[in-house]
């Protein structure tokens, strides 16, 4: 095989391998940051909770506040109705007690209520609590294990692009620029294989004469449709 094209192969070879690592990259960079979305929306659930709950408790304080207030007023209540002179005070009286102890059993009422649904927040809140640990320390061992793969890949692409580096310095320089020009719009395919006489870049059918011309290896021959450079495999 002609030497020029030989070395097109392995190029083509080495920036695909470097191309390869931008998805897994990609992938690594995604888990963490969909954990990392995890986390900050049990966060704000937690802030939403605790919200909730300082809201009830403001409401038990008012509540308790109004009960003070009604307890005060059915002892004045009862201090009245024992200088009331005649029945006409009386009935006011007793009706102003029995108004006030109707609005004191509704706001006990009204407590027991509210200290359920804080008890129920503090339970959620305990809870989401937990999911919020597990996930920051699902976090931090995808992290570590995100940062291994990482220097594994980074290791491996310096390796491949040391030898890269090495191949270019052997290259013919217009062979290269003829290569990075279709390397342009073809990418990883710049470089194809043909099967079956058939280009595998664009994937139509060559000619019998560019199809010998492959075989042979003896120069850089191009597909006729597509334009990418061809080589032959040793299976088809």
């Known amino acids: ?5 030989e070395q097109l ?13 931008s998805p897994q990259i990609d992938a690594l960079t995604k888990k963490l940051s969909a ?3 995890e986390i900050s929306r049990i966060g704000g659930e937690l802030e939403s909770i605790e919200a909730d709950i ?3 408790k403001e409401q038990i304080t008012g509540t308790n506040n109004l009960i003070a207030e009604l307890n005060k007023r ?19 009286v007793s009706s102003e007690e029995e108004i006030a ?7 006990n009422d009204e407590i027991s209520k509210l200290e359920k649904l804080v008890s129920a927040k503090e339970a959620l809140k305990a809870e989401t609590e937990q999911k919020q640990e597990a996930a920051k320390g699902e976090f931090d061992a995808l992290k570590s294990e995100s940062e291994e793969a990482m220097n594994a890949i980074q290791n491996e692409r310096a390796q491949i692009s040391k030898d890269k580096n090495a191949l270019l310095k052997e290259m013919d320089p ?19 294989p043909v099967r079956k006489q058939a280009c595998y870049g664009c994937f139509l059918k060559i000619n019998e004469k560019t199809y010998s011309s492959v075989v042979k290896g ?7 449709h597509c334009g990418r450079i061809l080589y032959k495999e040793i299976q088809d």
């Open 101 to 107: 102890k109707e609005n004191l059993q509704s706001a």
């Open 9 to 21: 192969i392995r190029l083509s070879g080495f920036d695909k391998q470097i191309d390869d690592f």
């Open 54 to 56: 300082k809201d009830l």
């Open 35 to 37: 954990k990392e979305d």
């Open 174 to 192: 217009k062979i290269l620029a003829f290569y990075e020009k279709i390397r342009k719009w073809a990418k990883n395919t710049a470089v194809a």
């Open 1 to 5: 095989m002609n030497k020029d094209l």
């Open 74 to 92: 059915i002892k004045d209540t009862g201090k009245k109705s024992s200088a009331v002179r005649n029945e006409k005070d009386a009935k006011a």
């Open 218 to 224: 003896d120069e850089i021959t191009t597909c006729p």
